[in-house]
């Protein structure tokens, strides 16, 4: 018997659901580039990290709150104990714990040495992932091969666009857009050893609390489908958590008033295109596609923030860049190939049988078997 044919717009549709999550990522490493701006203005100038933390996840708590209301009034499931137990430890580890542990790493060591470090993000979640058997390497399969390989080859271009610097080219800009003029000690501060390794250590430490809050979000989708309630929720312990490491760090009064200048701009850009947008968008990405589709776009940051500076600072490009920029595209495409390539065959599986289950849908891409997902008890 012939099989029909899809209609051509079902088609389509298909093919922008498919594509979405790869859209969104890039469009979550563009917000962070601005914010990676906004924020080096705002700290310059002397904005307390602890009070922009809170800030900036109240202004998105009155953004997604209303939102979650309306348009998951009849879809959200209910709010259980454990449930709420889960999300707690989500902004423990991806906002709290992450953002303050990163900061306050910044004052002991350089911008460098932070986003070299920032490769291993990859490479943790991958290792996470697959000790959660969320992932399974596969090294004899070639699609296995090309994940593993192509996160190996985004780490080594990350470290050669950071501290290989090579011929310097020509600048985009003969004098900076901004200038900056902050109250402490710039980037290019001298740090002692001890503080080297003291800030390494606390930035490493935010990274592995990143890594974690990636995959423990998959987890989390599972239970609590709600995207907006969900983070809502997360937004919401962060500030609290944020203001109790605030009253106990950040006693100066002074720190938490507010004036018409870069630090509001920045604290209003990141609560709105940060906490809100890029932290939905994330959410979507890695329920479609899971938390290694979304860690190995993290690279792609070091690329996007170098020619943010070049227009905006005009710092100027080095060979090293350059190399490093195309090394870090080739990786990325080594692992979204072998990704697509595992969606491709798992989408052929549930053709031929013509049973498509809500579950594979929602991780056909993050894992090979779809049926070796965790529990989180």
């Known amino acids: 018997m012939m099989r029909s044919r899809k209609p051509l717009h079902i088609l389509k549709m298909r093919r922008v659901k498919a594509c979405a999550p790869y859209v969104g990522m890039v469009v979550i490493q563009l917000a962070y580039g601005g914010s990676n701006i906004l924020s080096k203005l705002a700290l310059e100038q002397g904005l307390s990290y602890l009070v922009f933390i809170v800030y900036r996840h109240l202004i998105a708590i009155a953004i997604l709150g209303p939102l979650a209301y309306v348009l998951e009034r009849n879809q959200r499931p209910s709010i259980s104990f454990p ?41 943790l979640t991958f290792i996470l992932a697959i000790l959660l058997r969320m992932e399974k390497v596969g090294i004899r399969s070639a699609k296995g091969r090309a994940k593993f390989l192509g996160a190996m ?21 003969k004098s900076p857009l901004i200038m900056v003029h902050g109250k402490g000690p710039g980037p290019e501060t001298v740090h002692g050893k001890q503080d080297w390794i003291k800030g390494s250590v606390l930035i490493l430490t935010s990274y592995v609390a990143f890594s974690a809050w990636l995959v423990l979000q998959a987890i989390v989708c599972e239970v609590y489908p709600a995207r907006l309630s969900m983070n809502t929720l997360i937004c919401f312990f962060a500030s609290l958590q944020s203001f109790a490491l605030a009253l106990i760090f950040e006693r100066n009064l002074s720190s938490w008033l507010l004036h018409w200048n870069i630090q509001l701009l920045t604290i209003i850009y990141c609560g709105t295109v940060i906490s809100c947008l890029a932290y939905y968008l994330q959410t979507f990405c890695i329920s479609e596609r899971g938390p290694v589709f979304a860690a190995m776009f993290s690279p792609l940051l070091l690329v996007i923030v170098g020619i943010f500076s070049a227009f905006f600072f005009a710092e100027r490009l080095h060979t090293g860049s350059l190399v490093g920029a195309f090394i870090i595209i080739v990786g990325l495409y080594c692992v979204l190939w072998g990704k697509s390539r595992n969606s491709n065959e798992n989408g052929d599986k549930e053709h031929e049988t013509g049973k498509t289950s809500p579950k594979s849908i929602l991780h056909m891409s993050s894992n090979e078997d779809n049926d070796s997902h965790p529990t989180w008890k």
Do not use: D, E, M, R
């Open 153 to 173: 080859i985004c780490i080594s271009g990350a470290l050669i666009f950071t501290f290989w610097k090579g011929h310097p080219f020509k600048g985009f800009v």
């Open 83 to 123: 449930i709420l137990t889960k999300i707690f430890i989500l902004a423990l580890f991806g906002t709290t714990v992450h953002q303050s542990v990163y900061y306050a790493g910044l004052n002991y060591t350089s911008p460098t040495v932070a986003s070299a470090l920032s490769s291993v993000i990859p490479a």
